[in-house]
């Protein structure tokens, strides 16, 4: 399985960033996806999931700010996301999910990209 990130980069706070991730090696469709991230000196934190027939699920700190899509086509997932502040600085990382289970979203967490670094600073 093979995840490959883009999209991060410097953005000031209110600012907007939209990532994408193409995966191979799997399924696409069948496949429910995940973003997490992991910002400096803290553990991974789960932000969003996508089922297969495109249900999604929040973390608290992000949800009506960050939009998860997907499309099968491409076998691409993306996060929007809106009104970013200096907390959301992490590195974002796409993973594949065994099951869509928003109740424990980090149980299923399988394959893991090498991620894309978002920074919000003034």
């Known amino acids: 399985v093979r995840l490959v990130e883009s999209g991060g980069g410097l953005v000031q706070p209110g600012g907007s960033l939209r990532l994408s991730c193409v995966v191979s090696?799997?399924?696409?469709?069948?496949?429910?996806m995940a973003w997490v991230r992991q910002a400096p000196r803290k553990g991974l934190e789960w932000v969003s999931s996508?089922?297969?027939?495109?249900?999604?699920s929040y973390a608290d700190s992000v949800k009506g700010r960050f939009t998860i899509s997907r499309d099968n086509a491409k076998s691409s997932v993306y996060l929007q996301m809106d009104s970013l502040e200096p907390e959301d600085t992490a590195v974002y990382f796409c993973?594949?999910?065994?099951?869509?289970?928003?109740?424990?979203?980090?149980?299923?967490?399988?394959?893991r990209g090498q991620g894309t670094l978002v920074t919000i600073s003034a």
């Open positions: 993973a594949t999910l065994r099951a869509y289970y928003p109740a424990e979203p980090l149980r299923f967490l399988e394959a």
């Open positions: 090696g799997v399924t696409f469709s069948d496949t429910p």
């Open positions: 996508i089922a297969r027939a495109g249900s999604t």
